[in-house]
């Protein structure tokens, strides 16, 4: 059976992020944009990854333009956004699809796992995978990262 493990994205400076990079790590992987009354939460995303990440947590921004062209930036501006205006240290995909047809085959295999729960609805859609690959848990857009909730499932999982 696949686990995250098996795919790949690229890398939103270019080359590509295969996310067995990320074994042994538990991965929050977010779908994001620039232009959303939800962007603020890169505030808590950073915080989350920042508190977390020498526990063996990665923050993985998946930036979207599907939901209202929320994400209109060409990757090198989003890049740009993220790191100028919220200090953004986590690694960042590539532009990609997150639901429907054109969907990136993480986003396939998540649906796959959780049902419906893993299809994103909005921009910060949020499914945590765990240390050997598997999709544990999602979260809707409206969930803050430091959320209790994300929280005590984040530190499960490590």
């Known amino acids: 059976m696949p686990s995250a493990h098996d795919f790949t994205f690229d890398k939103i400076s270019g080359g590509e992020l295969p996310l067995s990079t990320f074994k042994d790590k538990a991965v929050l992987v977010v779908n994001t944009a620039s232009k959303c009354g939800l962007t603020p939460q890169y505030d808590g995303l950073e915080k989350l990854y920042s508190d977390y990440k020498d526990k063996g947590l990665v923050v993985l921004g998946?930036?979207?333009?599907?939901?209202?062209?929320?994400?209109?930036?060409?990757?090198?501006?989003?890049?740009?956004?993220?790191?100028?205006?919220?200090?953004?240290?986590?690694?960042?995909?590539?532009?990609?699809?997150?639901?429907?047809?054109?969907?990136?085959?993480?986003?396939?295999?998540?649906?796959?796992?959780?049902?419906?729960?893993?299809?994103?609805?909005?921009?910060?859609?949020?499914?945590?995978?765990?240390?050997?690959?598997?999709?544990?848990?999602?979260?809707?857009?409206?969930?803050?990262?430091?959320?209790?909730?994300?929280?005590r499932a984040i530190e499960a999982a490590l």
């Open 62 to 151: 998946v930036p979207c333009n599907q939901f209202m062209g929320q994400e209109p930036g060409t990757e090198a501006e989003i890049e740009t956004f993220c790191s100028t205006t919220f200090g953004i240290d986590f690694p960042m995909t590539g532009k990609v699809d997150v639901k429907g047809d054109d969907a990136h085959p993480f986003y396939k295999w998540a649906e796959q796992q959780l049902g419906e729960p893993a299809v994103p609805v909005w921009n910060f859609h949020k499914i945590l995978i765990g240390k050997n690959g598997e999709a544990i848990r999602a979260f809707g857009p409206r969930t803050e990262p430091l959320d209790g909730e994300v929280t």
